[in-house]
């Protein structure tokens, strides 16, 4: 399956429809993207159905452990994204690593840094915050000893699943090639839109914390422009959802999860301390990613072939398009 342009020579109607001077249109490119990830997620759901519906083993009326089977689902959703974009790096002449996550040495690193400077840190801050408002309080110690670091490993391998696969879906591969087509920042803003929307059937959620979530996706797109790859975003996006499921014991998006390290006591209006949905419901949060989002952009300078823009196919004097540093 090629996507080059059609021959030289007058273009038809129809090559109109679906060719730019580049090759298949972004629009076109999507859906077979979309598609190909929906025939994996139909073959899997499929013959998992019937696996379990055939000589399953009994099993406990309780299941597997909670972070086994979110981490284990979450694991096979990035796996099924990451397998519909080699796919498409094949059709489309491209490396994989093109679409966010480059497997080089700067990528543990740039992970790590994420994690602790760019997604633990700032939920500390934002707590401590709203401690000193009288919001927040951090409450006793709930699990010790072995048991907190089963739940810290758990839990840590949960996120890092969630983090992986949410940010390939929503700027791997589909930011990459909408950006082709209305340039970077107006295609993150449309994905940051329906990342926001994919998480209002979240229990709990309100009008804060959706604007929170979107707020969120406009920092992770920041970190890509600037870094050229998703593992900072990755980093961050573990680091903060480990750092409220586990650290601090706090609602996420309306679920808290058992195996928290602390009890915290939550109190005050619902807009400055988010109420049930955690610190993603308050206005602090959604104040300090827009500042952290400025504070990145301002203060995180770019090598001129990391920065990233797809606004046309060929690169510009000081950016580079494929995202390969």
């Known amino acids: 399956m090629e996507l080059e342009a059609p021959p030289p020579g007058p273009p038809s109607k129809l090559d109109l429809v679906f060719y730019n001077d580049r090759g298949l249109r972004p629009g076109w490119r999507i859906l077979i993207f979309l598609a190909i990830l929906l025939a994996l997620f139909t073959v899997v759901s499929v013959s998992v159905g019937l696996f379990l519906s055939q000589g399953r083993p009994r099993v406990e009326p309780s299941g597997p452990p909670l972070p086994l089977r979110m981490g284990l689902g979450e694991f096979v959703l990035f796996l099924l994204v990451a397998l519909a974009s080699w796919i498409m790096s094949k059709i489309e002449h491209r490396k994989a690593a093109d679409y966010g996550l480059p497997l080089h040495r700067p990528a543990i690193s740039r992970f790590v ?29 709930n699990v010790r000893g072995w048991e ?8 840590g391998l949960v996120f890092l699943a969630v983090g992986l ?11 990459y090639t909408l950006a082709d087509g209305i340039g970077f920042w107006p295609a993150a ?23 929170g979530t979107f707020l969120f996706a406009i920092f992770t797109a920041a970190t890509l422009w600037r870094t050229g790859s998703l593992w900072l975003a990755v980093g961050a996006h573990a680091g903060w959802d480990w750092g409220q499921s586990f650290f601090f014991g706090v609602p996420d998006s309306g679920n808290q999860f058992p195996g928290h390290l ?3 006591r939550i109190q005050g209006p619902d807009w400055l301390s988010g109420g049930s949905v955690g610190p993603e419901g308050s206005i602090v949060v959604l ?4 500042l952290l989002t400025i504070a990145f952009l301002t203060f995180y300078k770019p090598r001129p072939q990391v920065a990233f823009t797809m606004s046309s196919g060929e690169p510009h004097d000081n950016v580079a398009g494929p995202l390969t540093s």
């Open 165 to 175: 696969f949410e940010e390939y879906l929503s700027r791997g591969y589909l930011l």
């Open 262 to 264: 602390f009890n915290p």
């Open 287 to 290: 104040i300090f990613w827009t």
């Open 148 to 155: 907190a670091l089963y739940w810290a490993a758990a839990w």
């Open 113 to 141: 840094i994420g994690y602790l400077v760019w997604g633990f840190l700032p939920l500390v801050l934002v707590l401590l915050i709203m401690r000193g408002l009288g919001v927040f309080y951090f409450g006793t110690i």
């Open 189 to 211: 803003v449309i994905m940051a839109v329906l990342f926001a929307r994919a998480h209002m059937g979240n229990s709990g959620e309100t009008h804060i914390g959706i604007i």
